[in-house]
Each structure stands twice: as C-alpha cells, then as structure tokens.
C-alpha cells in the first residue's frame, strides 16, 4: 500500500511525490536530515530531534523556514495520515533547487520532504542474539579521489570564496594545499610547473592529466609534490585546472598578489595549448 508522504507542503501518494533534479540535496548533498523514531504511534525524542536539525542547519546556514512547532505538526499528521504504529520518520532538508553553482543560491526555496518507515524495533528478534559488527576503515571523507556528489565541504568552501570576493578556494591541509574547492591547484617557479601528487587527498583531475599530456609542446618541467601556501604566495605564478575553468590563472590568494598580480605568461601559455587542443577535437586516451 502506497505511503502519504509530505513534500513542500503537501500530503501526497509517495508516487506522486517530485522534487527537482536542481535541488542541491541532490547534486551537492546540501542537505541536512534526521530520523526520529515512533513507537505506539507517538514520536519518541523529537524535541531532541528537531534541536538537532536547527543546529546542523545553523552550522550550514541553511535558515530553516519550519518552525519546530511546524515540523512537529508534520511529523503527527504523517504519523496519523499512515497509521503509523511503529517505525520512524525520516525528514530531509535541502537548500533548494537552484541552476548547479557550488555557492549558495540567492533566490532557492529550501526544500523539505518528510516520509514514514514502518519498522518493527521494540519486537526485533536481533534483541535476543545480539547483533555483528565488522571493522573498517573510517573514510569520512578521505576518499577525495571518487569524484563523489558528497559536496557539502567544497559548498561552504565556494561559499566563503564568494562572501571574500574570491572565485575559488584552496584548501589546506597540514600545512599543504590540497586543492580548489571543484579545482587542481598549481604554482610555477621558473620553467617548472609543481602540483601535488595524486592520492586519495585530491580528486585526480581530467584537465591536470591533459595539460601533462601537452608539456611536450612546451619547455616547460613538471614537479610533482606538495607545496605549502607561503610558497604558493611566494610563486611567479599560480593557476587553478577544471573542465570548468580550464587552465585559469590566480592573481591574488587572502589578499596577497601573486608576482605582479597580472596572469602569468604559464598559464595564458597552457590555457592557449589546451583550447588549441580542444578546439580540434582533443582527447586523452
Ligand atoms: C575537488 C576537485 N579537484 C579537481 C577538479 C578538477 O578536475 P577536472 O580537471 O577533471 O575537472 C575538480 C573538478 O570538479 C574538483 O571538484
């Protein structure tokens, strides 16, 4: 039988229920969520609950337009709309839906969808044996190498770029820049180009592999390590690399310029090769 589930306001069959494929809970996970848990038909810690939302959606600065009387009230109708005994709720708040850009949208709506779970937890058989647990790794999220739709740190990031006037931004991690935000970060010094190495710290970049691949039409080197960002300061040149981006130079990182503050000949270099490139057809193999 078909669940009555909420979206934006309204109690629909849950096949009926839409949200855009905009909707940044999708294509960034800008979103925060929660699940409270209801046994004989009344919701069990949701005050809880709910604080717990407005702190991780004040922590995103997503400003929630529920009150918690509001969602409390969701929550109860859901719960008598499904006859809903034993189970949980699961409630999902997005940013909205918006054209795809990492930093907040002006203009989106936050989207807020809310279903129920029938689930039998108070006579669940696993209470009387017990239950398995298998070890591993703790990944959360160290694993920068799958270009996941996990974006909610370069989100905040893109975010405070936009807030200081900046286009992008580099992260730092012990002491070393790890990369832009939806970027690969690059600093020259003389003929050499230094990036840092791939591993699971960075996404491995398309447009890094290719702008590699033509070096040979360049004199320029290629060093591959880490750089701290007093050296990217103290670079003749710095660019970023993306298919967004292309090869981009950065003239200014917080404030300071970098050489002389103009693009670089390195980059307007590459950038030239690599439209070159693209224009005919260019493809990595
Ligand atoms: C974190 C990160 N690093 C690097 C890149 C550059 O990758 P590509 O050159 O494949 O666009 C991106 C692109 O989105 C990115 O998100």
């Not at 589930?5 to 229920?17: I, Q």
């Not at 750089?227 to 404030?255: K, R, W, Y």
Request: aromatic share 8%.
């Amino acid at each position: 039988m078909s669940r009555t589930v909420y979206v934006n306001g309204a109690y629909l069959p849950e096949e009926d229920a839409r949200i855009s494929i905009f909707d940044r809970g999708f294509i960034f996970g800008d979103g925060i969520y929660e699940v409270s848990a209801v046994i004989g038909g009344k919701l069990v810690d949701c005050e809880a609950h709910l604080a717990r939302l407005e702190r991780s959606c004040g922590e995103i600065r997503l400003a929630l337009p529920w009150s918690k009387a509001e969602l409390v009230a969701i929550h109860e109708e859901l719960i008598k709309r499904n006859n809903l005994d034993e189970g949980g709720i699961y409630l999902q708040v997005s940013r909205g839906a918006a054209d795809r850009d990492f930093a907040f949208p002006t203009d989106a709506t936050p989207t807020l969808v809310m279903f129920t779970q029938a689930r039998n937890m108070s006579g669940a058989a696993a209470a009387k044996t017990g239950i398995k647990v298998v070890s591993c790794e703790d990944i959360r999220w160290t694993r920068r190498d799958i270009k996941s739709v996990n974006l909610l740190a370069p989100v905040l990031a893109k975010q405070f770029a936009a807030e200081s006037g900046a286009q992008e931004a580099w992260m730092v991690e012990d002491g070393v820049v790890t990369e832009g935000a939806s970027s690969t970060a690059w600093i020259v010094k003389g003929k050499t180009l230094v990036s840092r190495p791939l591993s699971n710290k960075v996404l491995p970049g398309i447009t890094r592999k290719a702008v590699l691949a033509y070096l040979g039409e360049t004199d320029f080197k290629f060093e591959e390590r880490t750089f701290t960002l007093d050296e990217a300061l103290d670079a003749e040149e710095c660019f970023i690399t993306s298919a967004t981006s292309l090869v981009m130079p950065v003239v200014q990182i917080d404030g300071h310029t970098i050489h002389n503050g103009a693009p670089g000949p390195t980059a307007i270099r590459l950038r030239e090769i690599y439209l070159d490139f693209a224009k005919k057809g260019g493809a990595l193999g």
